[in-house]
């Protein structure tokens, strides 16, 4: 039984029976085998009547009905329909010489089934020799000069026949002549000669070239093309970006599927629908253009690798809105010229519910995300420093999840441009202005908040150095508990400290960093617990209202709510034949806060507060 899958990507998918079978009815698939026939026969029999006709015309007849093993690659009759009006007209205008030479292209003097035809092989026709070209991909597609075949392994009496789904022409040129006589293509004549690309494009190999059309040339600035066509480093990165390492014929690209360019890169070629795209654009014009060592697709827009840009094109095509702060701050120079530099490029969510306005601070604030040398973010590593152009030193903290300078994390793969990198961030910077107690005290929300460290004596703690993170509660906070407890609380210096202290981290975390399950040890108590939901932080289930104030030995996180320790964790298990319940605490805090009652009370008055706020 025998059933057939025709389809391939980007066709409708469709079954028929195999060639030698056929169905019969009241019966399943395809259970009748048929009789061998002659190769004359046989185009019939799998439905390529168009060239049968032309094998009458062209006096093949005879031939293909006598003795013989001869493999027939047969041209549907959708494929003599697709032939250009003046090439059929030239061939059915001279059937003894023109038509019947194209037939003889079509046949090899031996019999080959498809397993025979092996990926990369060429095999003599029966005009002139002339080579056909065999390609065997691994989705299983198998092509001939970049035809596909689209039925197999119909055996004759005489031969093979394989239907292939276009006329196919000698190959005589290599790509590069082909690029030489195409008028359509004289501005990338120009370029691969400037880039000394001559000679690859000449010799033996297998390429895929996709190449751009004068039209595609025309599309780019003039300012950025006689850019590139001035730098021989990035003409040549160019032209590479436009040539695949093996031979793709249109026919073998499965959807998405990333292809090695000899620039090093990759390149996304794909389909939708009948047409070919390159990194999602349907920008191929023509296909299948084979050389002797290579194949050419035509494109109608050129495509410029990272390598061959400027810092500015870089930010222009991936952040859009800080690419117009970095040139509304006078930083344009920087951008285009040929400086080893890194910009950190904040998303453009970056900027969301923050203005935009071009104040002197902006301007000094976008000046210190550049970094003076070229970076690659492999080679950074934790407490290192990276000074900008602005005169300050910035942190690298290398997190179990997270890259971060200060408080950007990396966001996005490297972009590495012609003279200069760029890394993408999550978050414009804010870089450290002080100590965490200078943090406090230069924001008038913390001012209850200084006052309960001075009098808890940590002030000398939040200005030595380390890398503490602190949940510091703002003056909402603290106006929220009780007065009376408020006051209790001030008064007792000891008791002031162990709540303070508990709302301090031993180590150093940015918001970007917290996963959802991240822990932290505080300076008193257990643990606290932090999570992270819709790019709001949280602790202990409180959201923390303005996170990553950064400081020179730590970092401020603000919540408008006195961190309480989570409730302990019931456990219950049942014993055979028991109902016995057993409850354990997972432990809150430490022992001096277990004990203190006034605290509990503080905590206990701020419960109903902080989780209507949670929910």
């Not at 023509?286 to 002797?292: A, E, I, S």
């Not at 419960?607 to 706020?613: A, C, F, P, V």
Request: charged content about 20%.
């Amino acid at each position: 039984m025998k059933l057939c899958f025709l389809s391939f990507l980007c066709r409708v998918v469709s079954y028929e029976c195999c060639p030698g079978y056929e169905k019969v009815i009241g019966e399943k698939g395809c259970p009748a085998a048929l009789p061998l026939v002659n190769i004359y026969k046989t185009l019939g029999v799998v439905g390529a009547t168009t060239t049968k006709m032309y094998s009458e015309r062209a006096n093949l007849q005879e031939e293909i009905e006598g003795p013989g093993s001869f493999t027939f690659f047969a041209p549907s009759n959708e494929a003599w329909a697709a032939l250009p009006t003046e090439i059929l007209d030239a061939l059915v205008s001279n059937v003894n010489i023109e038509l019947l030479n194209a037939l003889h292209y079509h046949m090899i003097n031996k019999r080959l089934t498809s397993d025979d035809l092996k990926h990369g092989t060429s095999f003599s026709s029966m005009y002139q020799d002339f080579d056909v070209h065999i390609h065997h991909y691994s989705n299983g597609i198998v092509t001939v000069n970049c035809a596909r075949l689209v039925k197999t392994d119909q055996h004759a009496t005489n031969g093979i026949v394989h239907v292939v789904d276009r006329v196919i022409t000698a190959i005589t040129n290599n790509v590069n002549s082909l690029i030489d006589t195409d008028d359509d293509l004289d501005t990338l004549r120009t370029a691969v000669a400037a880039a000394g690309l001559t000679s690859l494009l000449e010799n033996e190999g297998s390429y895929t070239i996709f190449a751009p059309t004068n039209e595609a040339f025309e599309k780019i600035p003039p300012e950025t093309l006689t850019r590139i066509l001035g730098d021989p480093v990035s003409l040549k990165d160019l032209l590479n970006y436009h040539i695949l390492k093996n031979l793709h014929c249109s026919e073998s690209i499965v959807a998405g599927t990333p292809l090695e360019t000899l620039q090093g890169t990759v390149l996304e070629v794909g389909c939708n629908g009948e047409e070919m795209t390159i990194n999602g654009k349907a920008i191929v014009t023509q296909r299948d253009k084979l050389g002797t060592n290579g194949v050419i697709h035509y494109v109608n827009e050129l495509l410029i690798p990272d390598s061959a840009k400027t810092l500015l094109e870089l930010a222009e095509g991936s952040v859009v809105t800080a690419s117009k702060l970095f040139k509304d701050a006078g930083l344009t120079d920087h951008l285009i010229g040929s400086e080893a530099v890194t910009l950190l490029a904040p998303l453009n969510d970056a900027f969301k519910d923050k203005s935009l306005a071009m104040t002197p601070d902006m301007k000094k604030l976008l000046r210190n995300h550049i970094l003076k040398e070229k970076f690659s973010s492999k080679s950074l590593y934790h407490g290192q420093e990276l000074e900008t152009l602005g005169g300050l030193k910035l942190r690298v903290f290398v997190f179990r999840n997270r890259l971060c300078i200060e408080n950007a994390c990396i966001a996005a793969h490297d972009k590495n441009g012609r003279f200069a990198n760029m890394f993408i961030v999550d978050k414009l910077l804010t870089p450290p202005m002080g100590t965490v107690m200078d943090v406090l005290k230069a924001d008038d929300r913390f001012s209850t908040l200084v006052g309960a460290i001075q009098r808890a004596g940590l002030t000398e703690l939040l200005n030595e150095k380390g890398a503490y993170t602190f949940f510091a509660p703002t003056n909402a906070a603290f106006s929220a508990m009780p007065p009376a407890d408020l006051n209790k609380l001030m008064r007792d210096p000891k008791e002031l400290a162990n709540l303070l202290r508990y709302h301090i981290g031993e180590e150093f975390l940015v918001s970007s960093a917290v996963t959802s399950h991240t822990r932290m040890k505080p300076l008193t108590g257990d643990k606290l617990e932090l999570g992270a939901l819709n790019s709001t932080l949280y602790v202990n289930r409180v959201p923390v209202v303005e996170a990553d104030l950064m400081a020179t030995n730590g970092v401020v996180h603000a919540v408008d709510v006195i961190v309480k320790p989570r409730p302990p964790k019931i456990v219950s298990d049942q014993a055979e034949g028991s109902t016995i319940r057993r409850t354990s605490a997972v432990r809150a805090g430490s022992q001096v806060l277990k004990n203190d009652d006034l605290f509990q009370k503080v905590l206990r008055s701020q419960s109903s507060r902080s989780m209507s706020r949670v929910q």
